[in-house]
């Protein structure tokens, strides 16, 4: 049978499982049952290619033909497909078109390519240049794995010559890699009876094996060299991941050809697309695969049928950015609301005090957008190098071929660069497509969005190095076609774009600016601490009109902190004179240790560590945490986390060149404050969190009825329906406790008692599985309705938010509290009825007066078009009224 999804095929709302060799298609089938129960209509699925064996992640593909072995395979993923379309649900795909692993033991494109250069039937799968300006390198391929220099290499002896062995070729063995040989370039005399001919232990060996290497398709190289040496496209920074020219035809078709397949025979039935922006046309591409999808959909059983698949892709908006039409996308994966929606529950009159209170801390006054800006001249100069210094070369070698530019130099060319890549605001632009291809307005936003950065860069300049912005413009806006040397130079300047964002916003900055880390997540701009009501409204309109079956996020599995953890922070927006104490009663507290450490941690990490306690301190009583094995498990947690955000802050090295000693004084500081557990700074940090984590849980059940409720398809992440406090990745990848998932999914003890107990999470986890059969009753209303703010009266108005969705046959309206800190009841989270005093909703007229609460089922009068709050959230901080005729 179909999936039971929303009008159009399209789904209704999602699951997101995270699959690895813990969890394969066996075990996610046993999940179905519970994801039925919750009622989403789809599971969508992290990638199923082939990867590198162990892989925790999927996203370093080895095959894109094949489905992966560890996961259970074809087989076992047409099982999964079967029992979940026998559940009423469909399977959506997580798909990875801009890289694959460099793996030569285990990606065939990749090894043949190694084999055989140039020649490689799949050299044009990978985004290599084979004339660099490196002459040693022409016609090779870097492979730079090596754990110390490429002679030292040699000489300890760690590259072992294997000779041929039944059907297996003479290879070279280097740990676990395995290299393969050019064919006819290994020396007679090693094939027959002499196999020491390449023992390194031997100068001879060794003069020969270089030999051997250097009559290879490739160049081994020491790992320290990849940043500043590669002659490939690899993804952001990460040197084993080589990029995919899915702008040939021949490449997206192999590609995609399995997708395609488990599409067309109803295994599928839909995909989000990873990293877009990556790719060398991301217009031009979405609309190549909407075309396929909608083909290979057309040719599904006639009991499967499917017009339009659902497509979805992984797209992170800038301010005023919108995703263009012309893509032919359903919209984004969702960054974008998650960003919304955790803004409008923070409040704005906490941004003066908790910007002071960082500043005084930190000892930096320094806006985000001004960090943003040094990281990103920082990631250029030391860790996107090679990416920089070719796009300024191949600049340089365009402005030489026009007698008007020729005096351009490379020295200027490269500082303009990097002026204007320092002040692009978002994460890239989109000069690929021809003129005539171009969404007009989307066109003027790029152009718009140019002159901004140009402008910004210029300040700075020298009047050469202004002529050479000016160059580096015209160079993007001039048509060109993309085989050329202008359309070439301008795909490698777009495509440096938004590696150098995400590395330097999300992966640095995030991690250097601290003001309030719940607004230092994917998607949002750490600098905007809160958005108005009446802007949120707005752009909830404005989604439902542009893209009304976009994804709607509030966790992902690449999150910086759960959803809720990201709530209960929030609360500090409101509470920012409280927040302040107490962090100078913990420092002075904390001085003591500081005294006994050779190196103190930076005051600025030490705030950014106590809000990351703060906000991953688990939900229990602090009194039931007396048990010191529950502490240990937070601390390894946190520990985990604060040694990513050193090396990724990269003020006290990096991942590549850790610092070593302040990562260990960080490490002992957080275990000092936790020496005295149960008592001690540890203790105190727990009890503030326990103080706010009531009004934390209130902005939490806030932010899951707005995002079941609001335009577009939903997507919960693997159990997060129970409360969500993890940290960045690994740590939000751990897999879910379904067996308590599942039993207190069937609890039926009612409202009441799950708010007295909402400690356990069974409230949230009830609340995502109600509104959720909502959605399945009225499937129209929430694919289709018509969006309206709500506005209220007296005196709580700042603490409701409320809309309606609206159709002819029905209407819905979600209410939900919001800024309840000074309010909440501190037992439990919701405002007390008496507190709402006079404050009402006006809900329209008065002849549609009778509502329904579906959630408590409680009927609601509004003779006069009103309805009062008292009412409304009297029993729960969150209502979803119903008005059918």
Not at 19 to 42: I, K, N, Q, R
Not at 554 to 568: I, N, P, S
Not at 822 to 842: E, K, Q, Y
Not at 863 to 878: A, F, H, I, Q, W
Request: aromatic share 8%.
């Amino acid at each position: 049978m179909m999936p039971d999804g929303a009008p159009k095929g399209l789904p209704r709302a999602t699951a997101r499982l995270q699959l690895h060799p813990g969890f394969t298609f066996a075990d996610a089938a046993g999940v179905v049952g519970y994801y039925a129960a919750l009622g989403v209509s789809h599971l969508y699925l992290s990638p199923v290619c082939c990867a590198r064996p162990g892989s925790t992640h999927g996203y370093d593909v080895t095959d894109f033909t094949r489905v992966r072995a560890e996961l259970g395979g074809e087989s076992g993923l047409k099982a999964l497909a079967a029992r979940a379309r026998d559940a009423g649900l469909g399977l959506i795909l997580d798909i990875v078109p801009n890289h694959m692993a460099a793996d030569a033991t285990h990606n065939g494109w990749w090894r043949d390519v190694l084999t055989h250069g140039r020649a490689s039937r799949f050299a044009a799968s990978f985004d290599i240049d084979w004339t660099p300006r490196n002459p040693v390198l022409h016609g090779k391929v870097l492979l730079p794995i090596l754990g110390q220099s490429y002679w030292d290499t040699m000489v300890a002896g760690e590259l072992r010559w294997v000779p041929a062995s039944g059907d297996a070729p003479a290879h070279l063995r280097y740990f676990d890699h395995s290299l393969p040989l050019a064919p006819g370039s290994v020396d007679g005399e090693a094939e027959t009876s002499r196999p020491a001919w390449y023992d390194t232990t031997q100068a001879e060996g060794r003069s020969r094996l270089h030999a051997l290497l250097e009559r290879q398709h490739y160049r081994l190289a020491w790992w320290r060299t990849a940043a500043a040496a590669l002659n490939w496209r690899r993804f952001f920074e990460i040197s084993d991941l080589v990029g995919v020219r899915e702008e040939d035809p021949q490449v997206f078709d192999a590609v995609h050809a399995l997708v395609f397949r488990l599409l067309s025979e109803g295994w599928i039935d839909g995909v989000r697309v990873d990293h877009v922006d990556g790719l060398a046309d991301p217009a031009g591409y979405c609309r190549r695969l909407r075309a396929a999808l909608d083909r290979h959909a057309a040719a599904r059983p006639p009991l499967l049928r499917l017009e339009h698949p659902w497509l979805v892709v992984e797209k992170i908006l800038g301010p005023r950015e919108r995703l263009a039409p012309d893509w032919q996308v359903h919209g984004t994966t969702g960054y974008d609301f998650m960003d919304d929606v955790a803004a409008v529950l923070h409040d704005g009159n906490g941004e003066a005090p908790l910007g002071t209170l960082w500043a005084s801390v930190s000892g930096d006054a320094r806006s985000y957008a001004t960090h943003v800006e040094a990281a990103r001249r920082q990631v250029l100069e030391r860790h996107l190098v090679t990416e920089f210094e070719g796009v300024a070369a191949s600049l340089h070698d365009c402005a030489e071929q026009e007698p008007g530019t020729r005096d351009l130099t490379r020295a200027a060319l490269r500082r303009a660069l990097a002026a204007l890549m320092a002040a692009v605001p978002r994460y890239r632009s989109y000069f690929d497509a021809q003129p005539a291809d171009r969404d007009a307005a989307v066109a003027h936003a790029d152009d718009a969005m140019l002159d901004q950065a140009m402008q910004a860069a210029r300040a700075g300049l020298a009047p050469d190095e202004a002529v050479a912005l000016a160059f580096i413009g015209g160079c993007l806006r001039t048509a060109a076609p993309p085989d050329s040397d202008t359309g070439e130079l301008r795909r490698r300047l777009q495509q440096l774009m938004p590696a150098l964002a995400a590395k330097a916003g999300e992966d640095t900055a995030f991690y250097r600016y601290g003001r309030l880390l719940s607004r230092n997540e994917v998607g949002s701009d750490p600098g905007r601490l809160a958005m108005p009501p009446a802007q949120f409204h707005a752009r909830m309109a404005a989604r439902r009109l542009a893209c009304p079956n976009a994804m709607l996020a509030t966790a992902t599995h690449d999150h910086k902190r759960g959803e809720d953890a990201r709530m209960r922070l929030a609360v500090l927006s409101e509470v920012p004179g409280a927040w302040a104490d107490a962090v100078a009663a913990w420092e002075r507290e904390c001085a003591p240790l500081l005294s006994t450490l050779p190196r103190a941690p930076d005051p600025g990490d030490r705030l950014m560590l106590y809000q990351t306690l703060v906000g991953a301190w688990p939900m229990e009583d602090i009194g039931h945490l007396a048990d010191t094995s529950a502490i240990e498990a937070l601390l390894a947690r946190v520990s985990a986390w604060q040694l990513k955000a050193i090396r990724e802050a990269k003020r006290h090295g990096n991942w590549t060149c850790p610092d070593t000693e302040y990562e260990a004084t960080c490490e002992a500081f957080l275990r000092g404050i936790a020496a005295a557990w149960p008592q001690g700074v540890l203790a105190q940090i727990g009890q503030f969190a326990q103080r706010i984590a009531v009004a934390g849980a209130v902005n939490s059940l806030a932010q899951v009825l707005v995002q079941l409720t609001a335009p577009g398809i939903p997507d919960r992440y693997q159990g997060c329906e129970g409360w969500d406090l993890s940290l960045v990745d690994p740590d939000n990848r751990r897999q879910p406790d379904y067996a308590r998932l599942q039993a207190r999914l069937g609890c039926s003890a009612g409202w009441a008692h799950w708010l007295a107990h909402w400690r356990d999470g069974r409230i949230k986890q009830q609340l995502v599985r109600q509104v959720l059969a909502v959605r399945r009753a009225h499937p129209a209303l929430f694919a289709d309705g018509q969006y309206g703010m709500l506005a209220a009266q007296g005196t709580l108005v700042p603490q409701v938010l409320a809309f309606a969705r609206t159709t002819d046959a029905c209407q819905a309206i979600t209410v939900v509290t919001r800024l309840a800190a000074a309010r909440v009841d501190p037992t439990m989270p919701r405002i007390p009825p008496a507190s709402w005093g006079d404050t009402t909703l006006n809900v329209g007229v008065p002849q549609h007066s009778r509502w329904t609460d579906a959630l408590t089922s409680h009927a609601l009068d509004a003779p006069t078009g009103r309805l009062r709050l008292r009412e409304v959230l009297g029993g729960l901080p969150v209502a979803l009224l119903l008005r059918e005729p």
